[in-house]
């Protein structure tokens, strides 16, 4: 089954750190960008981070510059957004993403084809 599965969302308070996960099973990891976006109630899902199938680049929306890593273990099918010094406004929905966009759309959600389930992150303020 080709899926992928996100893990490691919850409560923190502003100024903390989580670490999310997406474990994806199914399609050969390695061959594919693997993307992170948000969705906050009411508003549009939007773009966080996209690793590229190596590894070896990696791209941020200006609002997490700096305070987002995303990194992936291609060995272990995983994909990792370290995210520290949390904001009220980072409160939403993340999910993972897989796909080929070329590098001018990685931020574009209709290049990824493969998304996990969602994951709820709250930062309270």
């Known amino acids: 089954q080709v899926q992928l599965v996100e893990s490691g969302g919850g409560l923190v308070q502003t100024g903390g750190s989580l670490r999310l996960s997406c474990a994806a099973s199914g399609r050969t990891f390695s061959r594919y960008a693997m993307g992170w976006f948000r969705q906050a109630p009411g508003k549009e899902r939007e773009f966080v981070a996209v690793i590229t199938w190596s590894g070896g680049n990696t791209y941020y929306a200006d609002s997490v510059k700096g305070r987002f890593t995303s990194s992936r273990d291609n060995a272990k099918r995983t994909v990792y957004l370290q995210m520290n010094s949390l904001k009220a406004e980072d409160t939403a929905v993340y999910y993972c993403?897989?796909?080929?966009?070329?590098?001018?759309?990685?931020?574009?959600?209709?290049?990824?084809?493969?998304w996990g389930q969602g994951t709820q992150v709250t930062v309270s303020s």
């Open positions: 993403a897989s796909g080929n966009p070329p590098v001018q759309a990685m931020s574009v959600t209709s290049w990824y084809d493969l």
